[in-house]
Structure formats: C-alpha cells, structure tokens
C-alpha cells in the first residue's frame, strides 16, 4: 500500500481528493450504521484524454444490509443498463458478479473487510468486479480486518492507496467504530440546556422549554446518531422523560427519512442508572418502543421478581463505600454486550457531572438560551470541591453555532 498527501498528487491523482470528498459525503448519509461503521464508496473509471466517469456511488445503510463496495458496483451496472436502454432490473447478485470496465478506481472511506458476517468480504466484491486500483481513507481497526482488506487486494494485484490527509474526517465519521474498537467503550456525548446565567430549570422545577424548538429538534438528530441514551433515575421519578427518537421532529427531506429509515426502526436503548432499584414498570422510559437497560447494585439480574419491561444489569461500585454504580463498567457493558458505538448522556446535574469528573466524555454539546433565570435556578452541573482555578476541568471549543434563537456549543475535553 502507497501512502499519499494531497500535496503528492499530481496528473491524473490530482482529482482524487474530490471523489474521497464524495465518499465521505455519501457515508455521511445515515446517522448511524452501527455496530457496523459508516462507510461510502464511489467507483470512477479514469481517462487522461476523455475526462475522469463516475461508475457508481454506495454507502452502508446499516447492520444486515449491504455494504457501500457492493452497492457501489451495483449501482454501475444499474447505470450502465440505463446508458445501453436496457431498462430491466438487474438483479444484485448478476451485477456483481459482472466485471466493470478497465481503469475503475474505488474511492473508500474505510479498508474493505475481508471477512464474512452478514455480508460477503467487499475485498472480493471489488476483486470480482475487476477494478484496478483501490483508494482509502482510513485503515479497519476491527482485527478481524485490520490490514487483511488492503493483504487481499493486493494479493489479487490491484493497487492500493492510503490518502493519509481524510484520515481524520474519516475517523471523524466513525469515532464510536474506532472507539469501541481501540478502547472497549463507546464514544460518549453528555448534551446538556442552559439559560445564559447557567441554570437549568426554574427553582421549583420548571423547566419546559428552556430551548427552542429548532434546538430541540438539533437534540433528536443527536439521539439518531446514538446507539444508546443514558440518564439518571432522579430525572425519571422527577420528570419521567420518554427518551424516544422521533423523526417527525428532526425536519429532515423524505429522501433523508429514506436513507435512514432502517435506523428509525431500531431505537437507541434507554438506559437507567438505577443504583437503589427505584425505577418503576409504568415509567414511560421504560414502555416506550425498543429496549430499556437499568443497570443496579444488587446482582439480582434475570430473577423471577425482575419487571419484564425492561432488562436489570449488574453493574458494581467502584469501591466498598461508594453506593452508585460503577459509570465505567456502564460504557464497558455497553460496548461489549450491545455494541454501542455512540452513547448520549442526557441526565442531570449530578449524573453528569459524575460522567465529566470521571473523564469519560468525549464530547460535551450546550445548548444556551437567551434567557436569565435567576440566581434560585437549578444549576448546570453537580461540581464542587474547586479550591483554585487550577482545579478548574478545561475545554476546548470544537464549534458554536446558532440553532434557532439558541447557541450551540460543541466542546471536548483538554
């Protein structure tokens, strides 16, 4: 495999940042593919004289569907029936196995697999379909593939390049993947509302709705690009939130609620860190649609007496005298037993200020609205014990942005 920067580009290699570009823009078109990664491919066929010829373009719409290699070379053969007026449909199966035509390159956001699961290796998918060269943006890190994609191609003599510069737009995309992947745990977001003097809710409890509409709608597409939502047993006896994702709010295009529509029938799991067992059977986090996890101290997992709407985990202290669960074998339980690869943290003051302090968010997302509530407001955040500045727990600005009459601040972690 040849490593390149775009500065080392030249001739005929001088267009392949846009289709990379390309690529990473199709992967981006479902919220999640979890637990598989996002990926796209486009499949161009390059000519000096005649001009470069995009063949087909695909990208990964979730677990059990096709990956984006074999959709993109079916998508070619689907183009090329359309050029030649041959309107039948062509059958998957057919196209792949059809060769395309010499000089195709494919542009991948990920290293092909290699392996079998629900699908077949799409390094054999491009094999058989006869391209010459193979252009990626980032390395698997699942050992499964992990360097056999790019082995097995070459092995098969076709060309294999690493655009080193869309390596982190490219793991960018799929950060919970490489997350779960290198770390064992998802990539997590706490989102958290405040007004602009810090505070969350009114000193009675009100709090609905301190955002906007368009900032609320903002927060489903986080929880669409999550695989599990986590929050505290406090905020449901005090609120009882639903949790749900609901796409009707998310003001997406019914091409974009098409591209995502197998993500929408699977929900992110609600999870409920419920230390004492207080979480009841008629809460609406736990009848709403798809799973609902609580994770306690006892170990009484799977017993006669457990409700059925919802699944107790055993989750351990971090110590003998610490009375709440253990937040990082939360992740770790997520991570290995569902496969989560993004988990949003929407709790409370303290809940997720524990996540904060213990230093596992990766993201920090505020919403600030404009408005004052007073120094009897709820706060922010649980976080006390700061004698000197230098305690203070540091960010560094990722973004900020406007969302209605709301300002959007993304934030990671020094």
Not at 35 to 41: A, H, K, M, S, Y
Not at 68 to 90: F, Q
Not at 182 to 211: H, Y
Not at 339 to 354: H, K, Q, Y
Request: negative net charge; contains cysteine; glycine residues 8%.
């Amino acid at each position: 495999m040849q490593t390149l920067r775009n500065t080392e580009l030249d001739g005929q290699q001088a267009s392949w940042p846009q289709y990379m570009r390309r690529a990473i823009e199709l992967a981006a078109s479902v919220f999640t593919a979890a637990p598989n990664p996002r990926v796209g491919c486009v499949i161009v066929k390059e000519d000096a004289h005649a001009g470069d010829r995009v063949l087909g373009e695909g990208w990964h719409k979730g677990a059990g569907l096709p990956h984006a290699e074999p959709n993109a070379i079916a998508d070619a053969h689907r183009r090329a029936a359309e050029a030649s007026g041959d309107t039948s449909v062509i059958e998957s199966r057919r196209a792949q196995a059809q060769r395309l035509p010499a000089g195709a390159t494919a542009f991948v956001t990920l290293e092909p697999c290699c392996h079998t699961g629900r699908t077949g290796p799409c390094s054999l998918a491009l094999i058989e379909a006869g391209v010459e060269r193979v252009v990626i943006a980032s390395r698997d890190p699942n050992p499964k593939v992990s360097g056999g994609g790019i082995a097995a191609l070459e092995a098969s003599g076709i060309e294999v390049f690493f655009l080193q510069d869309f390596e982190d737009s490219a793991r960018r995309l799929n950060r919970g993947f490489f997350s779960r992947l290198e770390r064992q745990r998802p990539f997590v977001r706490c989102k958290l509302a405040m007004s602009l003097d810090g505070r969350t809710a009114l000193a009675n409890g009100e709090s609905k709705w301190i955002t906007s509409e368009a900032a609320r709608s903002d927060v489903q597409r986080l929880r669409a690009e999550c695989d599990a939502i986590v929050t505290g047993i406090e905020t449901v006896l005090a609120d009882d939130p639903l949790m749900t994702l609901r796409p009707s709010e998310m003001g997406l295009s019914p091409q974009q609620l098409e591209y995502n529509e197998h993500r929408f029938l699977t929900p992110p799991i609600r999870v409920v860190i419920d230390s004492k067992a207080r979480l009841g059977d008629s809460a609406k986090i736990v009848i709403g649609n798809g799973r609902c996890l609580a994770y306690r101290l006892d170990g009484a997992v799977g017993s006669a007496a457990a409700p059925s709407r919802y699944e107790n985990r055993f989750a351990p202290s971090a110590n003998v005298s610490d009375s709440r669960v253990s937040l990082p074998s939360v992740l770790d339980s997520l991570a290995s037993l569902d496969e989560c690869n993004e988990v949003l943290i929407e709790a409370g003051a303290t809940l997720s200020a524990s996540f904060i302090e213990a230093g596992l968010v990766d993201e920090l997302i505020v919403y600030i609205a404009p408005k004052l509530l007073g120094r009897d407001g709820r706060p922010l955040l649980g976080i006390s014990g700061l004698d000197r500045l230098s305690d203070a727990l540091d960010f560094d600005v990722d973004a900020v942005e406007r969302i209605g009459a709301d300002i959007k601040v993304t934030l990671r972690p020094r």
